[in-house]
């Protein structure tokens, strides 16, 4: 399995941004699938989850409001709609499979077995 993560950019305060994260492999629709991020000199923190079927996600406090999961198993791809974005939401943002279940929890990095290549989103104040 591979993933492949784009739609970063340079974004103004408050404009919207959406990254797609494409997933190889015929089995995309039983990995629960996430997004996490990592600002320069911060540990990576977890953003937004979404189980298998699509009708089921997690978020952290500082996105939750402001961002929307979602996927599409026919495409084999997860979005991240990003909306109302605050300078603080800079960051490398990386898609994550986990293909064996949430062993630690769906917020838990160490629950992820498969990651993406990371895409750069900057907002400017």
């Known amino acids: 399995v591979q993933l492949q993560a784009s739609g970063g950019g340079l974004v103004q305060t408050g404009e919207p941004l959406r990254l797609s994260c494409a997933a190889s492999?015929?089995?995309?629709?039983?990995?629960?699938m996430a997004w996490f991020r990592q600002a320069t000199g911060k540990k990576r923190e977890h953003v937004a989850t979404i189980n298998r079927y699509g009708n089921n996600t997690y978020y952290s406090d500082s996105t939750k409001g402001r961002f929307t999961i979602s996927r599409d198993n026919a495409k084999n791809t997860v979005y991240l709609q990003m909306n109302s974005l605050k300078p603080e939401d800079t960051a490398v943002y990386y898609c994550?499979?986990?293909?064996?279940?949430?062993?630690?929890?769906?917020?838990?990095?160490?629950?992820?077995?498969?990651w993406g290549q990371g895409t750069l989103v900057t907002v400017s104040s």
């Open positions: 492999g015929p089995t995309f629709s039983s990995y629960v």
């Open positions: 994550a499979a986990a293909i064996a279940g949430i062993k630690y929890g769906p917020r838990a990095e160490a629950s992820y077995n498969i």
